[in-house]
């Protein structure tokens, strides 16, 4: 029980730091949304490579998918930002689903530059059905309804912020059941040791085909987000930047740890802001040090942080 | 024949922060086989490494002849005269039996000395060294450190996955090194009977320090064995 | 007497980083010369980097720059998605928003608050396709970069031309990650045709398409090269030699003759010594003489400035141009243009060989 | 027929310059097993050199180009020394953090000393001619190209197969610590290692400069296609990397000849056909 | 027919016979070993038999049902499990968490994902039940890397058990484990269910001769003799071949 309660201790200071910042930061609530969507992304990916191990650069396919569905949903069919959602989880599920199927077949780079392609095809395609997707324009004409017929999307972006919120907390304690489940242990077994999982009577393809369906279903709930609160979807929701970028703001965070993804998500984009706002020209400059540092100094991202002050400590009460 | 080749003072050593080895005092003589026995985790392997520079030293120092060897990088050590088979074999998985032993190839050691040695190895000089079976991999990996031409020849398990026959032939091989009397052999084995078999003088490791070192002769029937390793040889 | 203030968001990070900064040298050197009071307005700049095309991100800084930096007025944006994305956001606070570049037609047609001082697509394709048949070209391939605006470029260039009664004889569709153009010209040589129109995208493309372009003796084959942007002033020497004769029909040329032009550039090197006018320039000069103009006459009130500025007429580096009060994108001239070794300076330049006079958006109704 | 003859040349051309680019990455990342995404960073770096020198300084290109190379190879070594030594030894993914971090870092030191426009390098006049090839020309810096790219391979192959330098460099790789026990100089052969593999990267960022133009952000804009060659070509195999990059030459230049406007399409649908039927790629080892 | 029915297998690596014209039966109860030379083709007979390499020509059956296209995976639902040659476990989970997840798998539970691991009553008693048997209370919640090699090699084989095989392989289960510490392995090998069909590989002649009752001699990929111990032992061929001077008088 009371590891039980320790455990939920991060997510909940978590929550907490989204409400503080809701009210101490009234003006930004755009942007804290945008962390919000974007930890969605990385916790999908956190199931993705943090659980199960596979190393994807191309995550943003999904988000894309999702981004793309719940916007077409939305224009062509019903405006209701909920079922927009589950449309978006179910496009995102099933694309990693079916590109899973080959991608999951080959290992290490090769399974890197096949998620790459699978990304830079869904960007092709949507750009070549400018009809449909309305090409490097964007896709335009998104108006949602109230979320649950309530609340009405604002301007200054409250419900943005809430609905995205709820969204992440959803997504947060699903992952944390999985990650306790029969079915997370699983995965932490693939990613120990393959050959034993194999040994056990497991078929560690399909296993990692349900953890990839699961997290492309989670990136397209990312997608919907984006795609329901800008109203706008463009090409670069399928861009390799952002995979890349929600590469690096897992493992600036630390993998394996979901308040990890979280926190990655909320410094780097936190650095980002700034950076931007002082010295946008020279950011580079910035992230590139930043990614150098984590790696050198924090190689198990931030959340390492405490345990290697512990150390410290330790240490010099040692001597 | 007795002059000190190797002389280890004050060593402490681990990987990383972890200290294994804590303070091994040990002095070997120009010729002499030396047995290491202890039970798993004693710090055998540990020791073998440090001589050969692949752990993190905390403390000590370690002199080859007369030379101060604790900070050179284990290819100079090599170079020095020091050559280790590693328990673990680590072949060379990308190259062929044959590159194995070129890589490691210097003085005036030839491939035809190795071969000679281990027929199976010529039969298989083509194939890729991690196709090997594990016993052949154990053969490349004692071939690949002669190929050195070490003085000090540090043996770890040598003889772990091999056919009883080979493994006679083996200690043959050791017994002939050992007998020239100038270059030295440290053997660790985990069957205490072929350890001490081989050699004269024998230590007994725990816990990352010698707990006995002396003739190997002793070590049979005393109590020490059955304390430190749980069995009893019969002399 | 308030302060006015004026969101300007654009990248300065990343491979755009250019265009803000053009953005931003062309505003400083607006102020440099007209000071920060219009009428009785002090006016203040914000910049915000958008990075590249992200709605997402144009959409929150708008909404900061709104929110929290109570802005009266929005400006920049290089990329149409962007610029699509805050569209429900100035509907609702009805703030007027000046586009210098992003240049797809129906942007303007999202919301009444949009103008824009920069030029579309049609705008400059039509009008070339027309002077190209008019100078005895009748049969042309087309390659275009596949993405929106390339696609633009290709219906008005191919509307214009075949409603002259030319003919187009290839359309090819080149794939924006495309490094090597050769397939593509060795295409156009082999259908020999009277001329071929591209567009591309700015920077490395061009780079490439103009060199293989030249290799493989197009010009001594008879075919004439034409373009928009693809000679435009920053990269324009680092086209090196291949880029003479190319011929393009644009809005603004950096060798524009003119009292304002020469201005314009005297000011801009003045305080910027490494800086190049160019389209992206002068678009952020002509919009931040729109936003004064817009300030003078009615402060923040966002439905009376974009009143006050329909129709309004001045004279740009560019030319003479109007905002029209329909389309709500600057009627300007279209120069045709052919790449030249200045004798002087030995840089080369894009020298005006003509001029098709007040165009206006001609791609709004298609 | 014709068709068929310039589909053959200009993928045989474009092919080499990928493979000029990519050879250097395959010595880097198949070789010495490190996932190298800075490989483009050196291929800028040494642009860059030549276009400074070239361009800036006015020097003649056949001085630019080694003098560039040297550079590069300069610059490689203590950075070797500083950050590549200690990133070996990490994990996949801590390596694409480490290298793309140093990648940015490059990215912004070129923007801030050239600025982001394009960095052009000035060829000399007998490299901007074109030779007649009967039924159509070809640049004759395309031929140049293909000349260096068959002397590398010759080279490399050499240099890794035949000689002891290689087969030390392969054991390093395979096992530092039990490579440095067998009298190997570890941190000597990676470091010449990488200077050449640095060195290639520009020699290929130098020479290919007429097809992928140099500007700032050319690592980021060319490392897909620079890792798609190694990954399809198998890694840490030169003549699997001169296969690959002659194989996606010509399947990117027949698809841009054929289908243009589904040109990106069916290259990536064929590059992930190929590498799920053969995973470890055209001559991967098993990995 | 129950168990193992092996007929005429072979392997080729290119041009080399690695196994040639192996006819081999393991029937319930049995406890067969298999020894002969370094090379000679032994891990490779086992790897065919649980899936892992797949054979160039030949038939094996298992209860009379051809099982030479199945994967390794389908093969251990089936009954077949082997232990591997250098240990293989999840180093970063506890014994306890390697054990609960490999029977979570065997009770086909691995999919479910919304109740926690730990939730399962039957699962518990069946890992305690084996910590009990393999007498590792001590170290239960330790994580495997944490564990000495001997240890490691007792949860290699309990993890083997915990999958209620009917096969079971053992390729070189005391490699690793000084001679002080093989009567655990002894011990945990003669504790197995009699039922069970078992084979072990090993040159760990004391082992071997401690526990078979039957042995198989391969060299060079063929079955040169077969028989009791005894029988083994005195064979003058296998002597010179691969037991030299440490056959048991
Ligand atoms: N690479 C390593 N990193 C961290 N700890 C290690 C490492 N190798 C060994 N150890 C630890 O050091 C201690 C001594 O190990 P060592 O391998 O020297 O023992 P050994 O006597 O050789 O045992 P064995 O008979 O099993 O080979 C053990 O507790 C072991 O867990
Ligand atoms: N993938 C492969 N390619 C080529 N040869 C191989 C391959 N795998 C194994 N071999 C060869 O097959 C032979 C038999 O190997 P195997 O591992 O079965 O032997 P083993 O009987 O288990 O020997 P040991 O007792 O030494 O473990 C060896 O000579 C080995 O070199
Ligand atoms: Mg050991
Ligand atoms: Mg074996």
Known sequence: MNTTMKSWLPPLALLALAVVLYFALPYNLAFLTRILIMAVLVLSLDLVLGFAGIATLGQAAFYGAGAYAAGLFAIHVWADPVAGLLVAGLAGAALAFVSGLIVLRTHGLTLIMLTIAVASICHEIANKARDVTGGADGLRGIRMEPVLGLWQFDFIGKTGFWYALTVLAVVFVLLTLIARSPFGLSLRGIHESPERMTAIGVSVYWRRVTAYTLGGGIAGLAGALSAQVTQLVSLESFSFTLSAEALIMLILGGTGRLYGAVLGTLVFMWVHHWAAANDPFNWLFVIGGLVLAVVFFLPRGIIAIPTALKRLGGRHAGT | MTDPVLTLSGVTAGYGPTHVLKGIDLTLARGEPVSVIGRNGAGKTTLLNTIMGLTKMHGGAITLGTRDITALPPFRRNAAGIGLVPQTRDIFKSLTVEENLLAAQSGDATLDEAYALFPRLKERRRNGGGQLSGGEQQMLAIARTLMTGPDLLLLDEPLEGLAPVICDQLMQVFDDIAATGTRTVVLVEQHAEAALTFARRALLMAGGTIVHDGPAAALRGSDLLERHIGVALHS | ADTIKVGVVAPYSGPFAIYGKQFQEAIETYVAQHGTTAGEHEIEFIYKDVGGPNPDQARSLAQELLIRDQVDYLAGFTFTPNALAIAPLIEQSQTPTVIFNAATSSINRESDFYLRTSYTLWQVSAPLAEWAYDQGMRSVAITVTDYGPGIDAENAFKAAFEAKGGEVVDTIRMPLSTTDFTPFIQRVRDAAPDAVFTFLPGGPPTFTYTKTFNENGLAEAGITFLGTAETEEVNLQGLGDAAIGLTTAYHYSGAHESEANDAFKAKLTELFPDAVANWASVGAYDGTHLIYQMVAAAGSDGPAAVEAALGLEWESPRGPVTMDPETRTVVQNVYIREVERDAETGLLINAEKGVIATVGDLGWDK | MTLLLNILVDGIAYGMILFMIAVGLSVTMGLMRVVNLAHGGFALLGGTFAHWLGSDLGWPFWLALPLAVLGTVALSMPLERLIYRRVYGFTDLQQVLATIGLTFLMIASVNLWQGSSLLTVPLPEGLKASVDLGFRTLPVHRLVVIAFGAAVVVGLWLLLDRTRFGIRLRAAVDNRGTASAHGINTDRIFMLAFALGAGLAALGGVLGAEILPIDAYYPLRYMVLFLIVVAVGGMGSIPGSLLAALGLGLLETATRYLVPDYATIAFFALVIALLTVRPNGLMGKIA | ?249
Do not use: C, W
């Open chain 5, 1 to 249: 027919m129950q168990g193992l029915e092996v007929r005429g297998l072979t392997k080729r690596f290119g041009g080399l016979t690695v196994s040639e014209d192996i006819d081999f039966d393991l029937v319930p109860g049995d406890r067969k070993a298999l020894i002969g030379p370094n090379g000679a083709g032994k891990s490779t007979f086992s790897n065919l038999v649980t899936g892992i390499l797949r054979p160039s020509a030949g038939t094996i059956r298992f209860d009379g049902m051809d099982i030479g296209r199945l994967s390794e995976a389908q093969r251990v639902k089936r009954g077949i499990a082997k232990t591997f040659q250098i240990t293989t476990l999840f180093r970063d989970l506890t014994v306890r968490e390697n054990l609960a997840l490999t029977i979570l798998e065997r009770q086909g539970r691995g999919y479910q994902m919304l109740r926690r691991a730990g939730r399962h009553a039957d699962t518990g008693a069946e890992v305690a039940a084996l910590i009990d048997q393999f007498k590792l209370e001590a170290l239960a919640d330790t994580r495997v890397a944490d564990l000495a090699y001997g240890q490691q090699r007792l949860v290699e084989l309990a993890m083997t058990l915990a999958l209620k095989p009917r096969v079971l392989i053992l390729d070189e289960p005391a490699a690793g484990v000084p001679s002080s510490e093989t009567h655990l392995i002894i011990d945990a090998i003669e504790a197995l269910p009699p039922e069970l069909a078992v084979l072990i590989i090993e040159h760990d002649m004391d082992l071997v001769f401690r526990v078979a009752r039957q042995i198989i001699v391969l060299v060079q990929g063929r079955i040169l003799t077969e028989g009791t111990p005894q029988e083994i032992a005195t064979n003058a061929q296998v002597r010179e071949l691969y037991l030299g001077g440490h056959g048991h008088d």
